[in-house]
Nanobody, 123 residues
Framework: QVQVEESGGGTVQSGGSLRITCTAS????????MGWYRQAPGKERELFGS??????AQYADSVKGPFTISRDNAKSVTLQMNTLKPEATAVYYC??????????????????WGQGTQVTVSS
C-alpha cells in the first residue's frame, strides 16, 4: 500500500527553527516532484514549494524567510524552516506523484497526500 507521511511538526517560539520531513512508502518505482503545501487557520491551502529529482527547489512567491526544501533521497523530502514567525503557523502537507507497482510487472500512478503536520509558532 502506497502512502505518504509527514513528520516533525510541533510548536516553536518565534525566531526558532523546525525541520519537517515527508516520506513515501510502499512498492514504489519512482516519485516525481515532492513538495509542500500549507494551510493556515481560516485560509485556503497554498503551494509552498517543491523539489524534483533533478532540479533545484522552487518556492512560491509568497514564501518569505530562510526556508529550504531538499530531497533527502528518492522517497523523502525535507523542509527546513529558520527564523520562524507566527504567520508560518499552519498545517503543512506533502503531495507526491508516485509511480508504483500493483503486481510484479504492472505500474500505476497516483497523486498521494499525507495527513499533514501541524506547525505552530508562538509569539
Amino acid at each position: 500500500q502506497v502512502q505518504v507521511e509527514e513528520s516533525g511538526g510541533g510548536t516553536v517560539q518565534s525566531g526558532g527553527s523546525l525541520r519537517i520531513t515527508c516520506t513515501a512508502s510502499g512498492i514504489i518505482f519512482s516519485v516525481e516532484d515532492m513538495g509542500w503545501y500549507r494551510q493556515a487557520p481560516g485560509k485556503e491551502r497554498e503551494l509552498f514549494g517543491s523539489n524534483s529529482r533533478s532540479l533545484t527547489a522552487q518556492y512560491a512567491d509568497s514564501v518569505k524567510g530562510p526556508f529550504t526544501i531538499s530531497r533527502d533521497n528518492a522517497k523523502s523530502v525535507t523542509l527546513q524552516m529558520n527564523t520562524l514567525k507566527p504567520e508560518a503557523t499552519a498545517v503543512y502537507y506533502c503531495p507526491a506523484p508516485i509511480n508504483f507497482y500493483t503486481d510484479s510487472t504492472t505500474l500505476d500512478w497516483g497523486d498521494y497526500w499525507g495527513q499533514g503536520t501541524q506547525v505552530t509558532v508562538s509569539s
